[in-house]
């Protein structure tokens, strides 16, 4: 599988190998995180969330670990396929309702 | 059970007009936000609604303004448009009296600002 450590604009991912998405968040107060997957012309699909009070949590294919001393959160995709190859966002919500994505990353599955 | 629904899909506008875009939220949810996505950006906050009232808003100018409806669907109105408005909007909507419940999306307005 391909590993970013940093958040990069773009991930090229060859079919059946492992994807790694970082993303940075800015609020040490956020409590609530989500992985959102945004496909052209649609808007932003629900993934995963994860609670300040975990570091990883589990989905079909899909794992996000929270690490809150660097304020670092990553998704992790098993087994890419075509279909997902999108632009995912990172989003974080505060006390304040709101939620502030990241800059988002736009994955290429290659067949 | 439907979910987010957004209209018109798109709209053309020019400067100056102002616009009503619509949003009815997934079944089962009480609080709407609306968000403006610019081309490969990711969404910004415009407002919250939750019980008809505005709870929290970003920063956007007083131009964007909305509403919230009994039923809980909701409405966001542009003002005096500018070129740079011109972006997809999202509605969000939630369920909860905190906000930190998932946002479920709906498929946006994409707006044009001739």
């Known amino acids: 599988g391909e590993s970013v450590g940093l958040h990069l604009p773009t991930l090229s991912v060859q079919e059946g190998d492992n994807s790694i998405i970082n993303c940075a968040y800015s609020?040490?107060?956020?409590?609530?995180f989500i992985w959102y997957k945004q496909e052209s012309g649609k808007g932003p699909q629900f993934i995963i969330d994860i609670r300040s009070n975990m570091d990883k949590r589990q989905g079909q294919r899909v794992t996000v670990l929270l690490n809150k001393t660097v304020k670092h959160l990553s998704l992790q995709i098993a087994a890419t396929q075509p279909g997902d190859s999108a632009v995912y966002f990172c989003?974080?919500?505060?006390?304040?309702?709101?939620?502030?994505f990241g800059a988002g990353t736009t994955v290429t599955v290659r067949a | 059970d439907a979910g987010v629904t957004q209209s018109p899909t798109h709209l053309i506008k020019t400067r100056g007009q102002q616009v009503t875009l619509r949003c009815s939220p997934k079944s089962g949810h009480d609080t709407v936000s609306w968000y403006q996505q610019a081309l490969g950006q990711g969404p910004q906050f415009i407002f919250q609604y939750y019980e008809e009232e505005e709870r929290q808003r970003g920063n956007f100018p007083d131009r964007f303004s909305g509403h919230q409806f009994p039923n809980y669907s909701s409405e966001l109105n542009v003002n005096a448009l500018l070129l740079g408005d011109s972006a997809l909007y999202l509605c969000?909507?939630?369920?909860?009296?905190?906000?930190?419940?998932?946002?479920?999306f709906g498929p946006g307005t994409r707006l044009t600002v001739l």
């Open positions: 609020n040490s107060a956020s409590d609530y």
């Open positions: 969000a909507s939630s369920s909860g009296t905190r906000g930190a419940d998932t946002q479920y």
């Open positions: 989003a974080e919500e505060s006390n304040d309702y709101k939620l502030s």
